[in-house]
């Protein structure tokens, strides 16, 4: 059974930092890229980056781009997310997802419960 | 950035079918998947690849596309069905994928 539980969400103030973890199992963590998404208070759902299961392929959205860092240790089956210069904006659920690839195209499969971050003075 | 458009909300009575669209210039080249997410849980994915179903999601939940529109139905609905309706695509051009604005289907 895929599982992934996320970690390291937290109250913290505008331009603070915050390192999110996320555990998986019931798969071979190595071989699948692996993403966050983030879920405003009452909003819809935003893809934040992706991961190549070998960690040499990355991308960032846009609004996030050279403030956050994702990474994984396959050694350990864990995906981080490094957020850094953090705004009010960033704040909202953070979810860890296993993708899955198409033709040429990425899509999540399984999600982990999500972690909470609040960016707030 | 760009935009995928879904209805904002969609109310059908219990047994009966819902439909939810979902529309962009990006939609007739890459596969669209759909999500399911009840309150306060994370979402689940109902569809993938346009039309097919991952194993454990009931018949009821179909998908198909044609040109540029991906429609999300549900068949004989019911309670539990209530939550909010993702679609997800590809943008080729900036090499990482989208959600859609979100439906929320309301069982009457």
């Known amino acids: 059974e895929v599982q992934l539980l996320e970690s390291g969400g937290g109250l913290v103030q505008p331009g603070g930092s915050l390192r999110l973890s996320c555990a998986a199992s019931?798969?071979?963590?190595?071989?699948?890229?692996m993403s966050w998404v983030r879920q405003a208070p009452g909003k819809g759902l935003v893809w934040v980056s992706l991961i190549s299961g070998g960690g040499g392929t990355i991308s960032y959205a846009g609004s996030v781009r050279g403030r956050f860092s994702i990474s994984r240790d396959n050694s350990k089956n864990t995906l981080f997310l490094q957020m850094n210069s953090l705004r009010d904006e960033d704040t909202g659920i953070y979810y860890c997802?296993?993708?899955?690839?198409?033709?040429?195209?990425?899509?999540?499969?399984?999600w982990g419960q999500g972690t909470l971050v609040t960016v707030s003075s | 950035s760009y935009v995928v458009s879904q209805p904002p909300s969609v109310s059908v009575a219990p047994g009966r079918t819902a439909r939810i669209t979902c529309g962009g210039n990006?939609?007739?080249?890459?596969?669209v998947q759909w999500y399911q997410q009840r309150p306060g849980q994370a979402p689940v994915l109902v569809v993938y690849d346009d039309s097919d179903r991952p194993s454990g999601i009931p018949e009821r939940f179909s998908g198909f596309k044609s040109g540029n529109t991906a429609t999300l139905t549900i068949n004989w609905v019911e309670d539990g069905d209530e939550a909010d309706y993702y679609c997800?695509?590809?943008?080729?051009?900036?090499?990482?994928?989208?959600f859609g604005s979100g439906t929320q289907v309301t069982v009457l």
């Open positions: 019931g798969f071979t963590f190595s071989r699948y890229a």
């Open positions: 997800q695509v590809w943008d080729s051009g900036r090499d990482h994928y989208v």
């Open positions: 990006i939609i007739g080249s890459k596969g």
């Open positions: 997802a296993k993708e899955l690839s198409g033709s040429g195209y990425y899509y999540p499969d399984y």
